[in-house]
């Protein structure tokens, strides 16, 4: 996923990991653009059932502040059954850098 340029300061990292059913990404990708948010890089893979997405999302034009999307996805994720977690990009980086 490339993450290198641009603001990072309007940018999160969301993750969501759990059991694979139909309708995850929808679900997701639906809540973010209820907000405006915007979808720029995303990779998925299933492994023996387990769903595992990233998602790299500009918020510069989200109608929610970081914290009133976050609790939505919180509230998403009981709802599905899986993990969904959201970062600013900083932190993100921060925190997994090399």
Do not use: P, W
Request: hydrophobic share 50%; no cysteine.
């Amino acid at each position: 996923m490339a993450i290198g340029g641009g603001d990072s300061t309007n940018r999160a990292i969301i993750t969501v990991l759990g059991s694979d059913r139909s309708g995850i990404v929808a679900a997701v990708a639906g809540a973010l653009a209820d907000h405006d948010a915007n979808i720029l890089d995303i990779s998925q893979t299933i492994l023996q059932g387990i769903f595992t997405m990233t998602m790299l999302v500009d918020l510069g034009d989200a109608a929610a502040v970081f914290a009133e999307l976050q609790e939505q996805l919180s509230g998403l994720s009981k709802e599905l059954g899986v993990q969904i977690t959201m970062q600013r990009e900083e932190v993100f980086n921060y925190m997994y850098r090399l």
